[in-house]
């Protein structure tokens, strides 16, 4: 840490050194920290994507929505492919600012890009997206996915209730 703290201290604009702070920031848990490190390394070298996941999940936890859209929103016009746990977020961020058209294209482009299912979160959003405009088989069958990718997920449980509800909506 002392390191990257003189690193900035002579360079200012050292982005790497400024993200390296906030990696350690985060690790023990000071997320303000953190977030003003990665903000940092942002303004230092605004193509530098690595910090923009790392705001984008302080913003998810804390639940900041705006900021959340307007990060993964900058971070995808900088790299559409390379990130899908960003089209995750952004589509989490558009879901609870009630952008559904947005929030519904996000989670389809992260599954799109998540051939490995690393992100199983995105088949879970997309459910409830689906499920709040009455699209009961597919909100059904994406939780399906869901439960195929993470059976073992701690929502597991909560997941598997709500998928008895949407197959029962499915029946009528």
Known sequence: QRDFEKAVRLYPGYAAAWFELGKLASDRGQLADALHSFQTAMQADPKYVEPYLSVAAIQ????????????????????????????????????YLKNLDAAEKSAREAE????????????????????????????????????KLAPQAPDAAAARAKLTQLEALEAK
Do not use: C
């Open 60 to 95: 998810s936890v804390e639940k900041q929505w705006p900021q959340l859209a307007a990060t993964t929103g900058a971070l995808l016009r900088l790299d559409r492919y390379g990130y899908p746990q960003a089209h995750y977020m952004n589509a989490l961020a558009n879901f």
């Open 112 to 147: 799109r890009l998540d051939a490995q299912g690393r992100f199983p979160k995105s088949w879970q959003l997309l459910s409830a997206i689906l499920a709040s405009r009455g699209a009961h088989p597919e909100a059904a069958e994406q939780l399906r996915q869901y439960l």
